[in-house]
């Protein structure tokens, strides 16, 4: 079974609206962290924003937050104001194990094609 | 410290022939991982050193793949006699020891096998 779904493939938006990408996961381990990755065209991966599984709160950071779901294991990743600098691949990835002092490896979905529009 | 340098950033190799890439992590972040990442898929992890010491290898690193990071600095991913299949974008990321931070990746190296 898939680790990590984005089931959206490709999304547009119009410049200044918000746009929420879609991402749950599936994992027994009670302890485990949610990552979010922007890759623009030029290949980087850039770390967006963090939600550990015992995170009272949602994590914002600037115009990205997440909207975590913990029942419906869903970690979806809310942008504001978009900007045309938004257009990019965006990845979710979680990590397993966080309480043994942080897990080793990300498994990422397949990621969104985020294209914003004038 | 400019970040995570990969090298280099595109290599294109006949098939049958050897490759090696190289990493320069953030150099107070003592993890280092390699993924690989194929058109339109997000990475995969293929191994994991913490300092010198390679403490995870995915089973898509098959005998063919060798990772090093001999004095738990740089590291080098050599792959032999490379196929077609192993035309990929190689990512390396570093990260500290922490369950909080986010690994910094490198921009990559494009590999290209024909």
């Known amino acids: 079974a898939q680790k990590i779904t984005q089931t959206q493939p490709g999304m547009f938006v119009q410049e200044k609206e918000a746009v929420t990408l879609d991402c749950t996961y599936d994992?027994?381990?009670?302890?485990?962290?949610l990552f979010w990755y922007k890759q623009p065209s030029s290949g980087e991966m850039i770390f967006l924003i963090y939600?550990?599984?015992?995170?009272?709160q949602n994590a914002t950071e600037g115009r990205y937050s997440l909207n975590f779901q913990k029942a419906r294991k869903s970690a979806n990743l809310v942008i504001s104001a978009s900007q045309l600098g938004d257009s990019a691949m965006y990845f979710c990835a979680m990590r397993e194990g966080e309480v043994t002092g942080g897990g080793n490896k990300l498994t990422f979905g397949t990621g969104t094609q985020l294209k914003v529009e004038l | 410290d400019t970040g995570v340098s990969q090298d280099p950033r595109h290599k294109i190799t006949k098939r049958g022939q050897n490759v090696t890439f190289r990493c320069d992590p953030i150099s107070e972040h003592n993890r280092l991982y390699w993924y690989r990442q194929t058109l339109g898929q997000g990475p995969e992890f293929l191994t994991y050193?913490?300092?010198?010491?390679?403490?995870?290898k995915s089973r898509l690193l098959s005998d063919r793949f060798s990772a090093e990071r001999p004095k738990g600095s740089f590291s080098t991913l050599e792959i032999q006699r490379t196929e077609q299949g192993d035309s990929a974008m190689y990512l390396c990321a570093s990260s500290e020891r922490g369950p909080s931070l986010g690994y910094t990746f490198g921009s990559g190296t494009r590999l290209t096998v024909v």
């Open positions: 939600q550990g599984s015992y995170d009272q």
């Open positions: 994992t027994s381990d009670p302890s485990y962290g």
């Open positions: 050193f913490q300092n010198e010491a390679q403490l995870e």
